[in-house]
């Protein structure tokens, strides 16, 4: 009913700048909160941002004046604008999205990540 696909990621060295897109397709009403989230090996899914649907915006501590998260709901895609980039940010970026489909079901749908790799 829904996909989710992400796009963007690669290999940086340290101090440099990446930008994420995902676009979510298919039978959508209307997209609530959209997030970034990643997984470094060996650790847990983190939250890296999230905007709602009136673009309020959380940021983990670690990622706070380095990223910004914003979405274009014309799109139906969200962004993550990655700057001063760190070995600590390598990891694979997950999207997000809590999605109203037009049969008036709701549930969140994932991308299949992009990974970021940060590396002199």
């Known amino acids: 009913q829904v996909q989710v696909v992400e796009s963007g990621g690669g290999l940086v060295q340290p101090g440099g700048s990446l930008r994420l897109s995902c676009a979510a397709s298919?039978?959508?009403?209307?997209?609530?909160?959209m997030a970034w989230y990643r997984q470094a090996p060996g650790k847990q899914r983190e939250l890296v941002a999230q905007?709602?649907?009136?673009?309020?915006?959380t940021y983990a501590d670690s990622v706070k004046g380095r990223f910004t998260i914003s979405r274009d709901n014309a799109k139906n895609t969200v962004y993550l604008q990655m700057n001063s980039l760190q070995p600590e940010d390598t990891a694979v970026y997950y999207c997000k999205t809590d999605v109203r489909t037009e049969y008036g079901s709701r549930d969140n749908y994932w991308g299949q990540g992009t990974q970021v790799t940060v590396s002199s």
């Open positions: 298919g039978r959508i009403f209307s997209i609530y909160t």
């Open positions: 905007v709602t649907s009136s673009r309020s915006t």
